[in-house]
């Protein structure tokens, strides 16, 4: 079924996820020190119809019922009209170091200088600005530190990264300018590396689901839709709760970044920053109910994905991933992590607001236990 909804052979399917999709010449051209590869479950989510289009969503995970919790979300929501998802253009933000003394000189004169520094870095990649991307701002901040002469600037150099996930590109720029910076500021220049707080490219998925679509054995529909309200409260008012909270928007969200072969560490390392941005650690889902009665959901989370370079290109389960997402770009596939965090996030807060997450969960490791004999 998902061959022939992606237009794919079944032998290339089955070829692209044999031993897990990767065999060991392609594993030493990734990383270091090779002695095997490391299988896990590669599945496909159903019932997902984002921005009135169906898609069927990749997720590599080993922890039971994320997958078929997902799905199911998904199907609730469509009685709603589906996942509705905003993707930000794809900018990533370079840090530059400068420890300088008279800093407001400093900051005036990166700022003045700001169109010669874009066009250095400009060069380092003349292909990513032929198809629209490359450095688009210079921002300065100042770090204040303790008051012990620790302070600094810190030059953020915010790239359109197109298609890529942009680590490389944006530290190849970040160095490229360090030595203008020098001489402009007169400073000394510190770390020059890529921030994975990236704020400048974020998801934000919506959904609206009918109190019906929630029903469970046992409960009301509006005790169902209350529950889960209360539930995202709770996550919103406690960062002991917001952690477990989150944790289950990154089970979606992880299962599809590691699917596409994208850098699962980063995406978590972006999601948990800006859920603290605040100075108190806070859901990246939350759910109300609405004036109409239905329960409504907001994610919002920086979502860095790539879809050329690295796993996603020499890997062949990434790349079949990445085909049964679709053909709607990096966005598309930002929005399919988006959406599969959200489902994961809904159906863990339905479970706990009725029959408690335990009773599916368990029922699956008890047969993956009946497997083991």
């Known amino acids: 079924m998902v061959a022939e909804a992606i237009d794919v052979s ?9 031993g897990g999709g990767l065999d060991i010449d392609a594993a030493e051209k990734l990383v270091e020190n090779v002695i095997g590869t490391y299988g896990l479950p ?27 919790a997902s799905s199911k979300a998904a199907l609730m929501v469509r009685e709603g009209g589906g996942f509705s998802v905003e993707v930000d253009d794809p900018r990533m933000i370079g840090q530059i170091q400068v420890f300088v003394d008279d800093r407001d000189n400093a900051r005036r004169g990166i700022l003045d200088a700001a169109p010669r520094l874009m066009e250095l870095a ?33 030059v953020h150099l915010v790239v359109d990264v197109r298609d890529a996930m942009g680590a490389n590109t944006v530290n190849t720029m970040s160095e ?4 203008l910076l020098e001489e402009i500021t007169g400073g000394r220049i510190g770390l020059r590396i890529l921030s994975n707080l990236a704020d400048r490219r974020r998801v934000k998925v919506s ?3 009918p109190a019906a679509a929630l029903a469970i054995d046992g409960f009301s529909d509006d005790a169902v839709l209350d529950g889960i309200v209360s539930a ?6 406690d960062p002991y709760r917001a952690a477990t909270h989150n944790k289950g928007v990154m089970n979606g969200t992880d299962a599809v970044i590691l699917a596409t072969g994208n850098d699962w560490r980063a995406v978590e390392a972006g999601a948990h920053a800006f859920a603290a941005r605040d100075g108190t ?5 939350v759910w109300r109910r609405s004036d109409g009665g239905a329960l409504s959901g907001f994610l919002d989370m920086p979502m860095a994905v790539g879809m050329v370079g690295g796993a996603t290109r020499l890997h062949p389960a990434a790349r079949l991933a990445i085909r049964i997402i679709g053909s ?13 965090g959200m489902a994961n996030n809904l159906a863990a807060l339905r479970a706990l607001a009725t029959e408690g997450i335990q009773r599916g969960h368990m029922r699956l490791h008890s047969r993956s236990r009946m497997l083991e004999r």
């Open 10 to 18: 079944l032998e290339e399917s089955r070829s692209a996820l044999a």
């Open 42 to 68: 590669f599945a496909v989510a159903t019932n997902f119809r984002i921005n009135g289009a169906d898609v069927l969503i990749p997720m590599v995970i080993e922890e039971p019922s994320v997958v078929a």
């Open 122 to 154: 400009a060069r380092t990649d003349e292909t990513l600005v032929e198809i629209g991307g490359g450095p688009t701002e210079i921002e300065v901040r100042e770090v204040r530190g303790d008051g012990n002469g620790d302070g600094f600037l810190v």
């Open 176 to 179: 490229a300018v360090s030595p």
């Open 207 to 209: 959904a609206d689901i």
């Open 232 to 237: 995202s409260r709770f996550a919103e008012l």
């Open 281 to 285: 650690y806070r859901p990246l889902c």
């Open 328 to 340: 709607s770009g990096v966005s598309g596939l930002a929005a399919a992590a988006g959406v599969a």
